[in-house]
């Protein structure tokens, strides 16, 4: 499931969430926004799931976590995300790993990295995004 969710990865997609044989979801947008989209409507959706995402850092990696996915792929992935996932016994496979994400000016860490740096639970860093995406 997790290469038929890699797969439809492209373009404007920016994350795809595959379960259960359902269709893919498929969602749009930048950064974390499409992924927090889906958490706030439908968290359930993410548990069990094969989800592909372009960019998995550490504030993705607590999302998925929290809500229960089985697997994660992301294009690009932060070392510290991929370290979580690991070791919380998720499947996981990137295309390029970094040492950080970035912001999208490239001069310093992603906000939202930055906002959960200090998590050191899924809940802790969900909790951190709330502060600052609602």
Do not use: H
């Amino acid at each position: 499931m997790l290469d038929l969710a890699r797969e439809k990865l492209d373009g404007d997609t920016a994350c795809v969430v595959m379960k259960n044989g359902e269709a893919p979801r498929i969602l749009a947008g930048r950064g974390l926004k499409p992924l927090w989209s889906l958490f706030r409507q439908s968290p359930d959706s993410l548990r069990d799931a094969a989800v592909a995402d372009k960019v998995v850092g550490r504030a993705a990696a607590g999302i998925l976590l929290f809500c229960g996915a089985a697997a994660v792929y992301g294009a690009v992935m932060s070392r510290p995300a991929l370290a979580w996932l690991e070791e919380a016994g998720v499947t996981v496979a990137y295309g390029r790993l970094e040492d950080r994400i970035a912001n999208r000016q490239g001069n310093d860490s992603c906000p939202m990295e930055k906002q959960v740096a200090a998590a050191r639970t899924p809940a802790e860093a969900v909790a951190a995004l709330r502060e600052i995406l609602g």
